[in-house]
Each structure stands twice: as C-alpha cells, then as structure tokens.
C-alpha cells in the first residue's frame, strides 16, 4: 500500500468491513449531524474491539467551528476517554470569532497527551485559507487536515487544493482529500502529490448513510488510492 485510506464509520460493523476492505483508518462519529459529532466513549471500546486499524473519533458537540471555555474543559475530557478506550489520535478544529484557526483552543485540547490528530474541515470555513495554512503545520503534532479545498466540497473545491497542494510547501504531505471525494479526483491530487484520502458515502451501497460500510467498496477505493499514488511517485 502506497496511500492512505480512511473511511468514516459510525460503530463496529462499519470498523469491521472498512478494515477487510484494506482501510489503514477509521474517522469514528456518534452521528453525522452537522457533518459529524463525537461518539461516546462506550462506542470506540466496541470499536477498538473489533479492529486493529487505527481509530480517530471525532472531537465536536455542536455545529459550527467556534468552541467555549466550559465546552473546551468538557471535550478534554473527552479526549482523555477516547484515549484510554485505545483511541490512535482524534480529529479536531475550531475557528475563533475572526474567522481564525483558534490556537488557544487548539492548544487547550491536544495538550492533554501526546497523540497524532487530524485537523478537520473547519480549514474549509476560515475567512483565509491561505492564512490557516500558515498557522496549521506549526500545531504540535497535527499530521493530516482533512479539506475539500471549499466549504462546498470537493467538486467546487478541487482546483483549490491541487493549488494548495503545489504552491504551499508541505501541504501536500498534510492534505487528507475528503468532503465529496470522487473517484476522478483521485489521479489529479495524486498527481500534486497528495497521499491520503479520506471517503465516507462512498463506502457505502448507494452512498446511503443507512447502509454499512462495504468492504468491497472499500476495496476498491484502495486499489485506486494505492494505483495512483504509486503512479505519481
């Protein structure tokens, strides 16, 4: 494998088929509203349980990208459950009232261990993207953001990124492509050097949020994924 593949999934069942699929990640959600909340902790034990690829929940309990001080003593909390129920990292982001990657609450939250994490598409949302990429690699331990180039998605969002991608340095190495992600998107962001990748319905027959992830759709997204970036080494 040459790429990296992560599927979102809601509860063990998704866990199970992402990883026969060839998955190397799961993005953990308690629900998909507002585009993903947290599980409870109880949830990622049944996960952790029935797979050995890595899990990543979810650090979000409300919509928007904006946080506060008595939610902010709350998701560290979270955080440290996740932790101890054999999460591998989480994935975060939060925006300050300006528009801004918020460093403080940033600090706050991945201060409590030392773990990898992803920083979500609330890079999507920033007044200035440009001005996130100059604030995001510099979080300790962040390795991957998790962007569509666009608010809108990967469709409106792709040009976007392949300019991300080849114009700011080490963004290619950080970009998780996802928000939209479609199977004709992959040669061109492999091409600007883009390594992982990031699916949720399309893991799923029929792209329904009610169906289970499918091993064999998975699959192969990780033939494509793997073909491509090996192709554009």
């Known amino acids: 494998m040459s790429g990296l593949l992560e599927v979102i999934a809601l509860h063990e069942n998704d866990a199970k ?6 998955a190397d990640r799961i993005e953990l959600c308690g ?8 599980p ?3 949830r990622l034990e049944k996960v952790r ?3 050995t ?19 902010v003593t709350r998701l560290r909390g979270l955080i440290s459950a996740y932790l101890d129920a054999g999460a591998d990292g989480v994935v975060l982001g939060f925006l300050n009232g300006h528009g801004d990657v918020d460093t403080e609450v940033v600090h706050a939250l991945v201060d409590v261990g030392d773990f990898p994490w992803t920083f979500h598409r609330a890079i999507d949302h920033a007044l200035d993207a440009r001005r996130a990429w100059q604030v995001i690699p510099s979080l300790p331990r962040v390795d991957q953001v998790l ?11 792709l040009d976007d990124l392949l ?11 950080l970009i998780m492509a996802g928000g939209g992600l479609e199977a004709e998107h992959v040669p061109w962001l492999a091409r600007a050097g883009v390594r992982s990748f990031h699916i949720g ?8 949020w009610k169906a289970w992830v499918d091993a064999e759709l998975v699959a192969s997204w990780r033939d494509l994924v793997d073909a491509e970036v090996a192709h554009h080494r």
């Open 17 to 22: 088929r992402a990883e026969e699929g060839g």
């Open 31 to 38: 629900t998909l509203d507002f585009h993903g909340l947290s």
């Open 40 to 42: 409870e902790p109880a």
């Open 49 to 51: 349980r029935a797979t």
């Open 53 to 71: 690829i890595q899990i990543r929940p979810m650090v979000r309990l409300r919509e928007g990208f904006g946080t506060d001080g008595g939610e």
């Open 147 to 157: 962007t569509a180039g666009s608010a809108r998605g990967l469709d409106k969002g």
């Open 163 to 173: 300019h991300t991608a080849r114009e700011i340095p080490g963004a290619a190495e």
């Open 201 to 208: 319905r399309k893991a799923r027959p029929g792209g329904s």
